[in-house]
């Protein structure tokens, strides 16, 4: 029986091996020794005993027998050699005994090469193991910049807090999110029952995905997971059996589709010509009930200037469509109250804007659940199928604004009050920096932020003898203060320069009229399985700046020069040679960068003074926003 066995894993491995050769592959096992003679390691680690996942056994580590397999461990000798007796003979005893001695291993970047024990590695992954024990030693690379590097680093913390080593993740910040939604109460470790019900909850989730065809997708099974249990959440996926883990997959399967693309989003930077077309078939007729339209804030307006931006554009496309739009505002302060929106969807509105990241997960769950409602989530950088979002360039007004301020500064010291350290917020500061730096090479930046705990900007403000600060765009109604915008110093006084302005009510009415006009699906059908993610500037009209008119007449010049040509598309803040804090090159003379780079900027320019805080430095209120789309200070890039 065991050589018919070893004849079928060596069919297998030859099949192996000239599939490689046809694709200009190596054939036989990676050899870890080769790789680290050309990489500089940091430290190794004892693991002790430790559950190896089969799949994730990528190679051996000296080169001695490693042509006696294929690269997937395989054998490709004769049956009659030596080597093919002795694999004969594992296989007869594992079939009989079981593993009775573990493998020894190394374990580098999170997969496993093994010192001794290869050819139990192959007769067990001929027989479909799922894993084998193992005597563990880690060896941990030096940190560098590349994505790869980052994201074991992630997992170094994630494999202390859980000892889950069969999960592989493809973006930064995906292990420490898994962590938060599995353990959302605690910081502290995973007890041994945790960990099984995670893995139970796994392999009931691997099987029945892989029997829909997920073996086929280019994604990996944790970032499939992930999202999974970003939509249902992980206390109902508990209590959850394998029938109802099957038609969640089939409900959401263009998520994970669209997560096997390289580009899982796509980026929608003005209106388009296809959200403008009207389909008749689609189109809805006047005379029926109009459209109803919910905006959903976490702050009251009140007392937020972010919610009462975009109540303003709430009543902008009330005014707008009149009759034919039915509009109301709801008010939450807990972010995992699903209920609401439930409540919304079953009084009939079919249009939902959820105006904060921090109401992203209802969001998706809402419209996966309710197919038949539109969902739109005002964030940056998320990507998903049933729930469009949107948000606008504000770097742009913020470059603009720097220019202005390096222009009226006496001190050449300008302050920078940021609030959340999230994406999109350093994109904001190293354009105003940049602005600054387009009139005034001497000038510099010192920023600071008014969510961290018992501090107050204006004491570090004064210290560095600073005369102008650009501050939160906007005050809600029942502040008085003048402290938003660009504005100056001068004793205890405060004179307002500039300021942005965020145009919801613009994007609004386009992407309602896209709704009313029956155009809803033409960008989807245009973009393919991505979703979709709209990002507006000053082209759309939904940014702009506005100024004191004591200006300079040739300050208000530079201004409007500079409006014009960003709008037209001639200039962008983010082009040209453009370093660091830390004097490093970020992007060259003749470069542009992308938007999906601008977003994903987790660095500041050399003119600025100033870094991302921890958020245990931060108010309490603000971890929940943080935790989700924070950039954390151990993740900045090459420039902090």
């Known amino acids: ?142 940190k560098d910049d590349t994505k790869e590097n980052k994201i074991y680093f992630e997992f170094l913390d994630f494999y202390a807090k859980t ?103 796509s980026l929608i930077m003005h209106p388009t010509e296809q959200s403008q077309k009207i389909s008749i078939a689609k189109l809805i007729p006047v005379g029926v009930q109009p459209l109803k339209i919910a905006f959903v804030y976490y702050k009251d307006p009140q007392i937020s200037g972010w919610s009462y931006c975009h109540e303003i554009g709430r009543e902008h496309i009330s005014n707008v469509f009149g009759e034919r739009v039915e509009t109301k505002a709801f008010t939450t302060y807990d972010s995992s109250d699903i209920s609401l929106i439930e409540n919304i969807i079953n009084d009939g509105y079919k249009l939902i804007f959820t105006t904060t990241p921090v109401l992203n997960a209802i969001s998706l769950k809402c419209a996966v659940l309710h197919p038949d409602v539109i969902i739109l989530n005002c964030s940056l950088n998320t990507a998903f199928r049933h729930v469009r979002t949107y948000y606008l360039r504000i770097y742009e007004a913020k470059f603009i604004i720097g220019a202005i301020a390096g222009s009226m500064t006496e001190e050449n010291r300008i302050g920078y009050i940021a609030d959340y350290p999230i994406f999109g917020m350093p994109a904001s500061v190293n354009a105003f920096a940049l602005g600054v730096k387009l009139v005034n090479p001497r000038a510099k930046v010192y920023l600071d932020w008014s969510t961290v705990k018992n501090h107050n900007p204006y004491e570090y403000f004064e210290k560095n003898d600073v005369d102008l600060i650009s501050n939160k765009d906007i005050n809600a109604p029942v502040q008085e203060s003048r402290e938003f915008g660009l504005y100056g110093l001068y004793s205890d006084t405060r004179f307002n320069i500039a300021m942005p302005v965020w145009d919801w009510g613009r994007m609004y009415e386009e992407l309602v009229r896209s709704v009313i006009n029956g155009a809803w699906k033409n960008d989807e059908n245009a973009n393919g399985i991505h979703g979709l993610n709209y990002y507006w500037g000053m082209s ?93 200070p151990e993740r900045q890039g090459s420039g902090i």
């Open 540 to 632: 759309s009209g939904a940014i702009d700046v506005i100024y004191s008119k004591k200006l300079p007449t040739g300050t208000r010049q530079l201004v409007n020069i500079l409006k014009n040509q960003i709008k037209s598309g001639e200039f962008t803040p983010f082009s040209g040679k453009i370093y660091s804090q830390h004097g490093i090159l970020m992007n060259d003379t003749d470069d542009i960068m992308t938007p999906e780079e601008i977003i994903n900027i987790d660095w500041f320019a050399d003119n600025i003074t100033g870094s991302i805080p921890e958020i245990s430095e931060l108010e309490d209120g603000c971890h929940e926003l943080v935790s989700q789309l924070g950039i954390k």
């Open 1 to 142: 029986m065991s050589y018919t066995d070893y004849q079928k894993a060596q069919k297998i491995g030859e099949k192996t091996y000239k599939s490689c050769i046809s694709e200009g592959v190596y054939p036989y096992l990676p050899v870890l020794e080769d790789m680290l003679s050309k990489e500089k390691s940091e430290s190794q680690v004892s693991l002790g005993l430790v559950e190896i996942p089969v799949e994730l056994i990528a190679g051996t580590y000296t080169s001695g027998r490693t042509t006696a397999f294929a690269r997937d461990f395989m054998p490709l000798l004769e049956p009659e050699t030596e080597f093919g007796s002795k694999w004969s003979h594992l296989y007869d005893s594992l079939c009989s005994e079981g593993q009775r001695e573990p493998v020894k291993a190394y374990e580098y970047l999170n997969r496993f090469y093994i010192v001794e024990g290869n050819k139990r590695v192959s007769v067990q992954k001929y027989m479909g193991s799922v894993s084998l024990e193992g005597v563990v030693t880690r060896i941990i690379p030096q």
């Open 163 to 265: 000892k889950i080593n069969y999960l592989l993740m493809s973006h930064e910040g995906s292990y420490e999110k898994l962590f938060r939604l599995i353990h959302p109460e605690n910081s502290e470790p995973l007890n041994e029952d945790e960990r099984l019900e995670f893995k139970f909850i796994y392999s009931l989730f691997k099987k029945e995905y892989y029997d829909k065809g997920g073996h086929k997708l280019n994604a990996r099974i944790g970032d499939v997971l992930l999202t999974y249990i970003e939509i249902f959440g992980y206390d109902d996926i508990r209590h959850k059996n394998s029938a109802d883990i099957r038609k969640d997959i089939t409900k959401i399967w263009s998520e994970f589709r669209m997560l096997a693309d390289d580009k899982p989003f």
